[in-house]
């Protein structure tokens, strides 16, 4: 997992060792990742061949635009379980973010509105960590109880109405462009970016996996685990945030109904992407791909002229038979090695 | 074989504490020497974890005090404890299977190359070669320290998690029944091990119920029955009847201790 150090002489200097790691870290590491990307282009071949109009530059974008609120909020969401805790609520974090952030847009100007979505975000999440932290019970529990609050909190605010009448500078963040690239999708790369850093290469990413391993491990290490998971929920806050008041930029309002049902999205992406629900495995670029390959499910069923309906139930059989693959190899990996073990012993 | 200076590292005096009603430890004084391996025997519910727990600073004991070396400690906090060279290797080994030999090692000080804002990274190749020397140093083959822990044997992990408690153990290190869970060359390993510890000058506690353990290692015994140390002597002078006596409260044919009449 770490012979980067050891393949590359010294004499190349750091950056050169740092590109390598990245590298390594996005394909070589995981087959499981190769496995996905061929999916992924699978895919994409059989809708080119299917649909000629499919495989565009222009068309690409839409999808990657369509999903890149579900995947920035699944990049935090891989976080949260990889260190062994999960957030229900971020539907309906989402939610309230959104819109609170356009309600004071209606007034205020667009910078404080937009960062004021951001920090709510992390505070709610910061608020679901405390909890998470002090009543020690499932944080899946915990989480339930405050999907349906901040889902009530967003109907209460907006007495059930869509937020209109925001200022018009407040929608140039949601459709500025850089390089051509739609804003969201630019927060999505950036994102993945720096957590697949964060996870890989610092003190903060070995301490998350540790903590989604073993708990009392890292505890009986001295390291703080209180810290550790308020910092995950109140970053995955953040994320959540940040998505929704990117998404109400971008649409130039926001409804109290905004993100129903993100928090499935977003946790079926992470297990598809190859995090494990117990903690401790899984990496940001296996998320990226499976977010691309939902997405790719999701746009390609509806150029085919199939039913959107169904579209719900092949996302829904992917990450079962992604599970189920899993399952069955780690099973023949357990027992090639007890084959293995036992012929040793003769 | 033990170098023994006069100054203990470790030092509690009339240490009682309570459960409810339960005087699970009475009146215990007890002192660990740099380089000693020190033997705590008793049956179950004699207060050995409890003691434990007390030098390693997770319970309070409601008298007596604590020393660590010339100081005394009023209230003796994990963190402070730590922060001294205690460390201790629980039975369950509390290891992170899903990480590496090194990242285990090395978990919550690990090396850092530099800092960015809030976030240190990883020196993986420092973490790799400390987590190596100290592995080296406890005499134990491990190839790939890269591979998840989950698929090394019994007495690999117990060198992974002896050798993160050595890592900043300085002073003491306790180990809780450490061959409960391994086979006969995994314990002797683990036996080795110990002894490799203690040459290093760290003073080690070593919890068992295995009076082969004891006999193979150990220095010293310490045996506890009931809350109340009813036999502390150098292991050159004692046998096993007079261990497992003191143990029971029961003679089985031997002289038994003079202590034993106290209790």
């Not at chain 1, 309906?92 to 209606?106: D, R, T």
């Not at chain 1, 993100?259 to 992407?273: C, F, N, P, T, Y």
């Not at chain 2, 497992?244 to 034993?260: H, K, N, R, Y």
């Amino acid at each position: 997992m770490h012979d980067g150090d050891e393949f590359w002489p010294n004499s190349l200097g750091r950056p050169v060792r740092v590109l390598s790691r990245l590298s390594q870290g996005v394909f070589a590491r995981s087959k499981r990742n190769l496995g996905l990307l061929a999916t992924v282009v699978g895919a994409l071949i059989l809708l080119a061949i299917l649909n000629p109009h499919y495989l565009n530059l222009n068309n690409l974008m839409a999808v990657a635009l369509q999903m890149s609120f579900v995947g920035t909020c699944s990049i935090g969401t891989a976080c949260l379980i990889i260190s062994g805790n999960v957030d229900l609520s971020i539907g309906s974090m989402y939610g309230v973010c959104a819109v609170a952030s356009a309600m004071l847009a209606k007034t205020l100007p667009a910078a404080p509105a937009i960062l004021a979505g951001i920090i709510l975000g992390g505070l709610l999440g910061w608020a679901n960590g405390a909890m998470v932290w002090r009543v020690k019970i499932s944080p899946l529990i915990i989480t339930l109880g405050t999907l349906a609050v901040f889902r009530g909190l967003a109907l209460r605010l907006t007495n059930g109405f869509e937020v209109r009448g925001v200022r018009p500078s407040y929608s140039l963040f949601g459709q500025a462009q850089v390089l051509r690239v739609a804003m969201p999708v630019v927060a999505l790369v950036v994102l993945a970016v720096m957590a697949h850093i964060i996870l890989d290469m610092t003190t903060l990413g070995r301490h998350l996996y540790a903590f989604g391993g073993n708990r009392e491990a890292c505890e009986a290490a001295g390291i703080n685990g209180r810290r550790l998971v308020l910092a995950t929920f109140a970053i995955n806050g953040l994320v959540v945030g940040l998505a929704a008041v990117l998404a109400a930029s971008r649409f130039g309002t926001a409804s109290p109904t905004f993100g129903v049902g993100l928090e499935l999205d977003s946790i079926a992406a992470a297990i598809l992407g190859g995090v494990a629900f117990t903690g401790g495995e899984g990496n940001i670029p296996g998320v990226v791909l499976a977010v691309a390959l939902l997405g790719i499910i999701n746009s390609g069923l509806i150029s085919l002229g199939i039913d959107p309906h169904y579209s719900q139930m092949v996302k829904g059989g992917a990450l079962i038979i992604a599970v189920a693959m899993d399952q069955i190899a780690h099973e023949q990996r357990e027992r090639r090695r007890r084959h293995l073990a036992m012929q040793e012993r003769g | 074989m033990a170098v023994k200076s006069n100054q203990p590292v470790v030092c509690c005096v009339g240490i009682t504490k309570y459960f409810g009603g339960v005087r699970a430890l009475n009146k215990i004084s007890l002192d660990v020497h740099p380089g000693e391996v020190l033997a705590l025997v008793g049956e179950n519910g004699a207060g050995k974890s409890t003691l434990v727990k007390i030098l390693s600073g997770i319970e309070q004991p409601d008298e007596g005090s604590i020393w660590l070396g010339e100081m005394e400690v009023k209230r003796l906090s994990p963190h402070r404890a730590r922060a001294f060279g205690i460390e201790t290797v629980y039975q369950h080994l509390s290891l992170c299977d899903n990480l590496d030999a090194a990242a285990n090692v090395m978990l919550g000080q690990e090396p850092v190359r530099f800092k960015l804002g809030p976030f240190k990274f990883l020196d993986m190749g420092g973490s790799f070669a400390m987590t190596r020397e100290r592995i080296n140093d406890l005499g134990v083959h491990l190839p790939d320290l890269a591979v998840p822990v989950r698929r090394l044997s019994g007495g690999q992990r117990q060198a992974v998690a002896l050798a993160r408690a050595t890592v900043r153990a300085h002073r003491l290190v306790m180990l809780d029944e450490p061959t409960a869970a391994l086979g006969v060359t995994q314990t002797q390993a683990t036996r080795d091990l110990i002894r490799r510890v203690a040459a290093h000058g760290v003073g080690v506690i070593v919890i068992s119920h295995n009076l082969d353990d004891v006999f193979a290692v150990a220095n010293r015994v310490v045996v506890l029955r009931l809350g109340q140390i009813t036999l502390d002597t150098s292991l050159c002078s004692t046998n096993r009847g007079q261990i497992v006596a003191c143990m029971t409260g029961m003679s089985f044919g031997q002289t038994p201790s003079a202590d034993l009449s106290a209790s």
